[in-house]
């Protein structure tokens, strides 16, 4: 009697199934070569990024396209339209200067983005996997990455990919921190996707509740850009902004930090060292960001209360034209 994993329609986890030697040889009987192969690249982990091995069979928008690459291409349209649609009906968008419109295109795109990760990462710990009333330890968590964690993934790979490119193509003052967040991170969740650690995958999950905070960090800059910075409205939304900052992410990463070092959990690993200390470098950096980002919020923060002129851009994402020789005999 040899066992599987089994997914059902309509299941996150797997069912561990007992099937007789004589019931696997009938029901191989009725798969042709290509269903076999594609059955075969989903148990090896050869098809991580792709969509066809969703629970109920069917790929997304009924297209086999890498879900990590369709949800760039998103990204990247969302972007082209933002700045397409805002230029003909906004008079205020098309008088602020080119860098600013290009930041204010990216960021309706990390907007969009944060909720939708937001959405996913609370759903996920709130109804599929609740997580308050649950002891912090990862032993009794599925034998596999299922396909709701997976395709989470997918989508921030996605975006990280879209970003990345927007970065480095925009010119102005690369963020260093947000390189390489992004390239940290795509080669975390690539390497967590081809192996399916599902460790690594419940942690990066946890990670996704700190999207909480960065639809109303976007949102702040664009009403600080726009000159709305000086009604209550912009003020309850700095302070919204500084409590789901503080919680989802500075209270979040030494939570993280200890469920990855419990004694409990290390056997996860077991084996892979590697692969530990390669998470743990990613767990610690991650933090590291959180806590430094967090500390410019506070610097800008401090500096509007002040009344020191300096643009709220996001902890996350620092765009500004190098001043030119031209620029600083102007403003001379």
Not at 109 to 119: D, K, N, Q, R, T
């Amino acid at each position: 009697m040899e066992q599987f994993l089994i997914y059902r329609p309509g299941q996150v986890f797997p069912e561990l199934t007992s099937i007789p030697p004589s019931s696997l040889q009938e029901a191989s009987s009725s798969f042709d070569n290509l269903a076999a192969d594609m059955y075969q690249d989903m148990l090896s982990g050869l098809s991580r990024f792709y969509t066809v091995e969703s629970i109920d069979g069917e790929a997304l928008f009924g297209i086999r396209l890498p879900l990590a690459l369709a949800y760039g291409l998103l990204c990247t349209a969302s972007f082209f339209g933002s700045g397409i649609v805002l230029g003909k009906v906004s008079a205020t968008y098309r008088r602020l200067p080119k860098q600013a419109r290009t930041d204010w295109d990216n960021r309706m795109v990390a907007l969009g983005h944060a909720v939708i990760m937001s959405y996913r990462a609370f759903r996920y710990w709130i109804v599929l996997k609740p997580l308050f009333g649950h002891t912090f330890s990862l032993l009794s968590i599925a034998p596999a990455l299922d396909m709701y964690e997976k395709d989470t993934m997918r989508i921030m790979i996605g975006y990280m990919l879209y970003d990345l490119v927007v970065e480095l193509a925009t010119p102005a003052v690369y963020d260093y921190a947000v390189l390489f967040h992004h390239l940290a991170g795509i080669l975390s969740h690539w390497h967590t996707l081809q192996t399916n650690d599902v460790a690594s995958g419940w942690y990066t999950m946890l990670v996704y509740l700190a999207e909480g905070s960065t639809p109303i960090l976007h949102t702040a800059w664009m009403m600080n850009t726009v000159g709305l910075s000086d009604g209550v409205a912009f003020k309850l939304l700095t302070l919204a902004l500084l409590v789901t900052f503080f919680v989802v992410r500075i209270l979040v990463s030494p939570l993280l930090a200890y469920t990855y070092l419990a004694p409990g959990n290390r056997h996860l690993y077991d084996g892979r060292d590697g692969v530990f200390y390669f998470q743990l470098f990613i767990v610690f950096a991650f933090a590291g960001l959180n806590y430094f980002w967090f500390y410019k919020l506070l610097t800008l923060i401090y500096r509007k209360a002040r009344g020191i002129k300096t643009p709220i851009s996001s902890p996350v994402k620092k765009r500004s034209k190098p001043a030119t020789e031209g620029s600083k005999s102007k403003k001379a």
